[in-house]
């Protein structure tokens, strides 16, 4: 993704508008591979501005962050920043809590992280009085080239905040999955969807036993593909039986 041309201009006046420093994690589920995308700023700027962010139609909630560490150096390292998460009231340690139960690893390990910056003129209209920016026209493909990073591991916590080291993307060169995110025996596909391609009628419960079209639940497993699509078929099994129980 390059500079669009609507930033390298408004970066050029001498006066351009408040960077907005916006941030999504995705995290993914290993029951039924269903993905969640958390989105929330730092704070802004511009004073017209205030709780949450609205760009390209999605809402980026306020929430006390601190991320440092995004500069490249002349040695060729890749960064490795690392992002501070306010804990307020225990909220992220209950967050954790939870996905630790349903995603594929503890402490958000393997979870998807993208900083997004644009500026204040190309928000949309609903951030401002009177549902006009009064920086400019909104525009939802304005912004810096987007970063992408893997949360690598949970570096501390503590009743006031959580930190987390990333590694960029860049790093992850001949790697298919981040750490910890690829399971050697659970499909990652939601069941019956466009990248299962299943729609067959014959019907199988989450042990794979034939049942009615009610007890309709794939187990995940390389032999719930195998009861649907046959043994000798071609098998969407959204995962990666020949590794180890984790990739990285």
């Known amino acids: 993704m390059t500079i669009t041309t609507a930033v390298r201009e408004e970066l050029a006046t001498l006066n351009p508008s408040s960077i907005i420093e916006l941030y999504e994690v995705t995290t993914c589920t290993r029951i039924h591979g269903v993905c969640e995308v958390y989105r929330f700023h730092a704070g802004v700027n511009a004073k017209q ?20 560490g995004f500069e490249y150096t002349g040695n060729g ?20 809590l939870e996905l630790a139960a349903f ?10 992280v993208v900083r997004i910056r644009t500026l204040a003129r190309f928000l949309d209209a609903t951030n401002f009085e009177g549902n006009t920016n009064p920086f400019g026209t909104p525009d939802p493909t304005a912004s810096l080239p987007e970063e992408v990073y893997f949360v690598d591991r949970k570096s501390g916590e ?6 987390f080291e990333m590694v960029s993307i860049l790093d992850l060169a001949g790697v298919r999955a981040p750490k910890r995110q690829t399971i050697n025996n659970i499909c990652q596909w939601r069941y019956r969807s466009a990248e299962c391609s299943y729609t067959g009628n014959n019907h199988f419960d989450e042990n794979d036993n034939p049942t009615n079209e009610a007890g309709d639940v794939c187990g995940k497993r390389l032999t719930s593909c195998e009861a649907r699509f046959g043994e000798n078929g071609s098998l969407p099994f959204g995962s990666f039986p020949g590794i180890g129980q984790y990739a990285f």
């Open 49 to 68: 501005i205030t709780g949450h962010v609205v760009w390209a139609g999605n809402i980026y909630y306020a929430w006390p962050v601190e991320a440092e």
């Open 77 to 96: 390292a890749m960064p490795r920043p690392k992002i501070r998460i306010a804990n307020v009231d225990g909220t992220i340690t209950a967050v954790l």
């Open 103 to 112: 995603s594929y690893s503890a402490d958000l390990a393997g979870a998807r």
């Open 158 to 163: 503590t009743s006031e905040l959580v930190e």
